[in-house]
Every structure is written in structure tokens, then in C-alpha cells.
């Protein structure tokens, strides 16, 4: 990761800026959502993200250290997706985040039995942390 930083740095500008923008493995809450109303089915099991999370904090410090960035800001927002059922959750899962979302057979019963006690229109909401880190590119000034 640190090698694909370093060529990240060498296609920026001087002073250039990098975006780091992605979700935080954080066991991401599960809900059912009806009018007013949000019940918990319990929370996604995001574990297998955390080992990416941990290499690219690892090679961001890095670059720092090196003084190759400099970090100018972090914000965190939480990004809503929603969806009409449980088993469009779990397909669009299946299609998009395999390997990065484990969706326990525990809390997917609890999400249909949610599901099916729900009144009205109601979704399915998997609520992330999303990071955004900016970092300047550091130069030695001229003539140094």
C-alpha cells in the first residue's frame, strides 16, 4: 500500500491534495426503518474490512512519517443505504461486498422477523461510518 501511496504522490502536482475517502469497519447497524420508527435487528459483522482499514492507516502514517503528506483534515459522516427487503439487501450484498460483509444467519432472522412484524412501508437500512481524510502532498522547497 505504501508503494501505491508513494505512486499516488508522484501524480500529484506539488502541494497537491489526496482524498482518502472510505467506510470504517465499525459493525455496521442493521435496522428495520417504518414511518418514524427504526428497530435494530443488531449490527453486521464488517470484520474482514478491518484488516484493509489497519494497511491503509498504517501506510498513511507511514507517508507522514516519511514526510512525504501532511494531513490537513478528517471528518466522519455516517452514509445510509436502504433497501425495500431483507433479501434485496442480502443479494446487492452478495453482489457487491463479498469478502467485506458477513451477515449472520442470527441477524438476518431477526431482520425477516422484524421485517414481517413491520406495519405499513418500511426498509432495511445498513448505516457505515464513512471517513474522508485529506492530505497535502509535501515538497522541499526550492533550492533546498
Do not use: C
Not at 482518502?20 to 435494530?40: E, F, K, M, N
Not at 459483522?45 to 491503509?56: K, N
Not at 445510509?80 to 467485506?100: F, T
Amino acid at each position: 500500500m505504501v508503494h501505491a501511496l508513494e505512486r499516488i504522490r508522484g501524480a500529484l502536482t506539488p502541494n497537491g491534495v489526496l482524498v482518502d475517502v472510505r467506510p470504517v469497519a465499525a459493525r455496521w447497524p442493521l435496522d428495520i426503518v417504518t414511518t418514524g420508527r427504526a428497530q435494530s435487528a443488531g449490527r453486521v459483522d464488517d470484520s474482514p474490512g478491518r484488516v484493509d482499514d489497519r494497511a491503509a492507516d498504517r501506510a498513511l502514517r507511514t507517508m507522514e512519517r516519511r514526510g512525504l503528506f501532511r494531513r490537513i483534515d478528517q471528518v466522519t459522516f455516517p452514509f445510509a443505504y436502504l433497501w425495500d427487503s431483507v433479501d434485496e439487501m442480502s443479494d446487492y450484498i452478495a453482489a457487491n461486498w463479498e469478502g467485506s460483509i458477513v451477515l449472520p444467519e442470527r441477524l438476518l432472522a431477526r431482520a425477516r422477523k422484524l421485517e414481517r412484524e413491520a406495519r405499513g412501508e418500511r426498509r432495511v437500512r445498513i448505516t457505515m461510518r464513512v471517513i474522508i481524510r485529506t492530505y497535502a502532498r509535501k515538497d522541499e522547497p526550492r533550492g533546498a
